[in-house]
């Protein structure tokens, strides 16, 4: 009789270990595509963490520019991504990939991208640029960010619409953009940069957009969540999440601001995750967990 219980115990083991490896198999593997810009570093940690710590799913980080993040999603290698700015930034992207993506509509309102400089400057146009005296003050440059980025093309039209000819567009990257911004405003010099918000740079430093009459860069945007084709059917409650994931310009400041404070991504989306569960748990309604 002890050796048949022996026997049945034995096999429940077997059976839960058996249920446990499958449980453990089966975790959704997604892949989310993102540029280096800190908004969408800020935005795509936290539904990582959401993903990981609510959904259970194991997730990639793919960064990369902003062509390749829509060609990945268009293509499959990528399961989605939240850093579509749209209408106008990413427009020549989404022209491109619009039909073999799923756009899951805005996650942030309110956006806003522009030449931008510290507020203690006496110029409030871009038409103030042409002046050759303030051209030799920035030492000729606006300074920008990675030549793929969607940003970079308004101030390339805008040289050209304002015939800012004294200037020249400086490629970077987001970082050494920010690092160049904080360096000329500690010590009261000029600069001009391609600016956008949400940014953290404007909740550290006193800065203004300079005015745009020509309209060059059009009017405020919104951060738009695109996915694969075939998502919905493939990860119903990633496509469920990812549908349901909004939040604010002031909840992305906060995330980004614990990151320039020195936080990693990883910790300060965990950080805004855990005091923000009102929101976290209307992103996962209807999602059985």
Known sequence: MK??????????????????????????????????????????YVVKEVLETKLGATVEMLQVDAGP??????????????A??????????LEKYGAKIEDLGANLNGT??????PAYMDIN??????????????????????PGAGIMTPPEKAIAEYD???????????????????????????IVVTGWTPHWMFANMDLKYLEDPKGVYGADEQIHTMVRQGLKDDMPNVYKFLDQF?????????????????????EAAKTWVESNPDKVNAWVAGIEL
């Open 3 to 44: 050796k048949k219980n022996i026997g049945v115990f034995l096999l429940v083991i077997m059976m839960i270990a058996v249920i446990a490896g499958c449980s453990s198999s089966s975790k959704e593997k997604v892949k989310l595509a993102y540029v280096a810009w800190d908004s969408e570093i800020a935005s795509t």
């Open 69 to 82: 993040m829509w060609a990945g999603v268009a293509d499959g290698s990528a399961d989605g991504m939240v």
């Open 84 to 93: 579509a700015w749209l209408p106008s930034t990413h427009a020549a992207y």
């Open 112 to 117: 806003k991208v522009g030449l931008a400089v």
């Open 125 to 146: 146009s871009i038409e103030d640029l042409k002046n050759s005296d303030m051209a030799a003050k920035l030492n000729n440059r606006i300074i920008g960010i990675e």
């Open 164 to 190: 800012l000819s004294d200037n020249t567009l400086l490629e970077s990257s987001s970082a050494a953009m920010a690092q160049e911004l904080q360096k000329a405003y500690d010590n009261n010099e000029p």
């Open 246 to 266: 909004e939040w604010t310009a002031e909840d992305m400041a906060k995330v980004m601001i614990e990151v320039q404070g020195g936080k990693s991504p990883e």
